[in-house]
């Protein structure tokens, strides 16, 4: 039988195993993107480079200068 602290150190190492390929998942799907939504309540994705999201994106960059100064 193996001892108590060498199963948690297993446990705790597969969790963070998980956990580190989620992450490695994570960054290699994810991509800039703005979700807006009307006034009823419906949404729209817009992707950074298209040419909505770009839009959007330069929108929303002036307005964040605008609050800085």
């Known amino acids: 039988m193996p ?3 060498r199963i948690l150190l ?3 190492t597969g969790y963070a ?3 580190g390929a989620f992450m490695r998942r994570r960054r290699l799907t994810r991509r ?3 979700r ?3 006034g009823a309540g419906a949404s729209g994705e817009h992707a950074a480079d ?3 999201g770009a839009a ?4 929303a960059a002036g ?3 605008l609050t800085e100064s």
Do not use: G, M, N, Q
Not at 56 to 59: D, G, H, I, P
């Open 10 to 12: 297993d446990r705790v």
């Open 36 to 38: 807006v939504y009307t």
């Open 32 to 34: 800039p993107f703005a």
């Open 50 to 52: 298209s040419e909505s």
């Open 63 to 65: 307005l964040i200068e």
């Open 56 to 59: 959007l994106f330069s929108a």
């Open 3 to 5: 001892k108590p602290h």
């Open 17 to 19: 195993d998980e956990a």
